[in-house]
């Protein structure tokens, strides 16, 4: 097998212009067109991992197969190419960091002081070549998180420029910048963008291509101007213009012959034009669906939607399948309560009650539970969301007076939410959840086998708290089915009403598994439930 390719991805001017999602456009054309891809992010906070962080200050964290807790781009990555991530593709400065200070504490450096340079940016080359030197993939694109002249992206950067010396042409460097437009003259600016490029110039790296981000076409003036002034080639500065759909990106990247670009560059043959026909046929159904429905997403972090990114896009992939434009109403589960429930889910199509540990806000969601039971309003809830279907179902059908989740309330009389016997002694937060993939087994004739057309699936976990088997047989009696099991501990990990016309909750993340390619069937299900209830309506 030839010598792996690496591409770099780099950002300027400001950070949200989309890094993540060049990267999996670009990856998906290079896939599209027969290559073996896969995607890193490199990010430079000093946390180990995401796992501890609040929603509000990055959004979701994603939990890959083998349980690694990381950024939310990793979910544009798997939904883009349809394939797994894992541990190697989320790289942290605090990792980084603990990785070499461990190496010193035990001898490894033989004395020596331990630097920035060599070791640290030995770690990080380290970590960027792991996926190239598996020998499974032909290209590998990394994403550098934040913008070049942040202190904290500087070893990023510099790790960068080494291995453009180490690798020559099996690596290259792609810059997204920004081309602002200013109202009061008119004008597209050039300037932050050849100010972005002249700081990664001087860290000794020059951009190879140029994607440039803007609200209206550069023309090609600009793209001359930026040519000259950032030192690429005129075909190598791209223009990105504003989707209506992140999906719509590989698209516009092909038109601008990103892929091509790329290719040329690294020596790949550029043969057929990428194989995009199942791509196409979902943004066809994405851009003209034959119905509409409204669903209501009850949480307590929907001022930032990033926080649910996987769910959000997941009811994307669902919708499709459907032939099916989703509407999303964020409702905030503080917001909602028995007296005006009714006021904000009376028009909704079906609900669903998202993931989020924590007190706050989980009145909200029992209030959530019990409406859609009570009024046989399609409701998936995930996580967190079915376990306050299982406190709301024991409150109210089993009558257990102050049953809850020993997490709410430790000195409940009746915890049909426990915490796991393994996490009681558990101090250390980070990384400690039940995470990662994990076994089910479906009870037949169940909503779920009907949905996933299996006896056993695996989804992805990241919790400590369980339903309480002590119980099981409590709920089952009163109309509650436990339809998807643990095979090895018996776990409740799926539990659902039959009477009810579609009702369900999981203890798993299902929305970390949706792909453009194969969109989930749990969410599939869910939003077809979701149009017989608007027309049943």
Same mark, same amino acid.
Request: negative net charge; glycine residues 8%.
């Given at each position: ?5 690496? @591409?770099?991805? =780099?950002? !300027?001017?400001?950070?949200? /212009? ?7 456009? $670009?990856?998906?054309? *290079? ?112 994403? @550098?998180?934040? =913008?070049? !002249?942040?202190?904290?992206? /500087? ?7 080494? $291995?453009?010396?180490? *690798? ?135 001022? *930032? ?233």
């Amino acid at each position: 097998m030839a010598n792996t390719k690496y @591409i770099f991805v =780099t950002g !300027g001017v400001t950070s949200s /212009l989309g890094k993540g999602i060049i990267s999996s456009s $670009l990856a998906t054309l *290079l896939q599209a067109r027969g290559y073996s891809v896969t995607i890193q992010k490199l990010d430079p906070y000093i946390n180990i991992d995401p796992g501890t962080l609040n929603p509000y200050e990055h959004g979701e964290c994603f939990v890959t197969e083998d349980g690694a807790e990381t950024d939310l781009d990793l979910g544009h990555y798997e939904r883009f190419l349809n394939r797994p991530t894992s541990q190697s593709n989320n790289v942290t400065t605090g990792r980084i960091y603990q990785s070499v200070i461990n190496k010193e504490r035990a001898g490894a450096y033989l004395g020596k002081t331990v630097q920035v340079i060599p070791h640290i940016t030995d770690e990080i080359k380290n970590r960027i070549q792991i996926l190239g030197n598996t020998g499974e993939f032909e290209i590998v694109i990394t994403e @550098i998180g934040g =913008t070049v !002249g942040d202190i904290e992206a /500087l070893p990023y950067i510099e790790t960068v420029r080494q $291995l453009r010396w180490e *690798l020559g042409d099996d690596c290259l460097v792609v810059h997204l910048t920004l081309i602002p437009y200013l109202p009061t003259t008119g004008e597209l600016k050039t300037k932050p963008t050849q100010h972005s490029v002249k700081l990664l110039q001087e860290s000794g790296v020059q951009p190879d291509i140029l994607v440039c981000r803007a609200e209206r076409s550069i023309g090609e003036d600009i793209k001359k101007k930026l040519a000259l002034f950032c030192n690429v080639k005129k075909e190598a500065v791209i223009e990105s213009l504003d989707a209506s759909t992140i999906y719509e990106v590989p698209i516009l990247m092909q038109k601008e012959k990103l892929d091509k670009v790329v290719l040329q560059r690294l020596n790949l043959p550029v043969e057929a034009e990428p194989d995009l026909v199942r791509w196409k046929d979902f943004l066809y159904k994405l851009k003209y669906p034959q119905s509409e429905v409204t669903i209501g997403l009850v949480g307590k972090y929907v001022e *930032l939607k990033d926080a649910y990114k996987s769910i959000s896009e997941s009811i994307i992939h669902a919708g499709a399948a459907n032939d099916c434009k989703v509407h999303v109403k964020w409702i905030h589960s503080e917001s909602v309560n028995d007296e005006n429930a009714a006021t904000h889910l009376g028009n909704l199509d079906a609900v669903l009650v998202a993931p989020g540990f924590g007190e706050r806000g989980f009145v909200g969601k029992i209030a959530t539970v019990k409406y859609a039971r009570e009024q046989h309003l399609p409701f998936l809830g995930i996580c967190f969301g079915m376990q306050a279907a299982v406190i709301e179902f024991a409150q109210n059908v089993l009558q257990l007076a102050g049953a809850n989740s020993s997490e709410v309330d430790p000195k409940t009389p009746h915890p049909v939410i426990d915490l796991m016997e393994e996490q009681k002694k558990v101090t250390n937060y980070g990384g400690t959840m039940r995470l990662g993939a994990c076994a089910c087994d479906l009870t037949p004739d169940s909503l779920a086998k009907k949905i996933y057309k299996r006896s056993q699936i695996s989804e992805r976990h990241r919790h400590r708290f369980e339903f309480n088997s002590n119980y099981k047989e409590q709920f089952e009696a009163n109309g509650m089915l436990a339809s998807g099991l643990n095979p090895d501990t018996g776990l409740v990990e799926i539990v659902e009403i039959p009477e009810h016309p579609w009702f369900m909750g999981v203890q798993f993340h299902p929305e970390y598994k949706s792909t453009v390619a194969n969109p989930h069937p749990l969410f599939v299900s869910f939003v077809a439930a979701a149009v017989t209830h608007s027309q049943e309506k």
